[in-house]
């Protein structure tokens, strides 16, 4: 087989397998139910000033 036949074959291989769609995946939406909450912290001054003074320090 010589490299040229290799190319063709291989190029047609990625071909057909980049084209093929793959459905044997379930297609379900998941509901999730539940709360989040998350604590806001510091107001934003305090956290501007906490970064500033890490630039500093560095």
């Known amino acids: 087989m010589s490299m040229g036949a290799?190319?063709?074959?291989?190029h047609e291989r990625r071909e057909e397998k980049s084209t093929t769609?793959?459905?044997?995946?379930d297609d379900e939406r998941n509901e999730?139910?539940?709360?989040?909450e998350?604590?806001?912290g510091d107001s934003?001054?305090?956290l501007l000033?906490?970064?500033k003074?890490?630039?500093e320090n560095n």
């Open 32 to 36: 999730y139910r539940g709360k989040v």
């Open 6 to 10: 290799y190319d063709e074959d291989e």
């Open 21 to 25: 769609v793959d459905t044997d995946f």
């Open 44 to 46: 934003t001054e305090a």
């Open 53 to 55: 003074e890490i630039k």
């Open 38 to 40: 998350f604590d806001s």
């Open 49 to 51: 000033d906490q970064f």
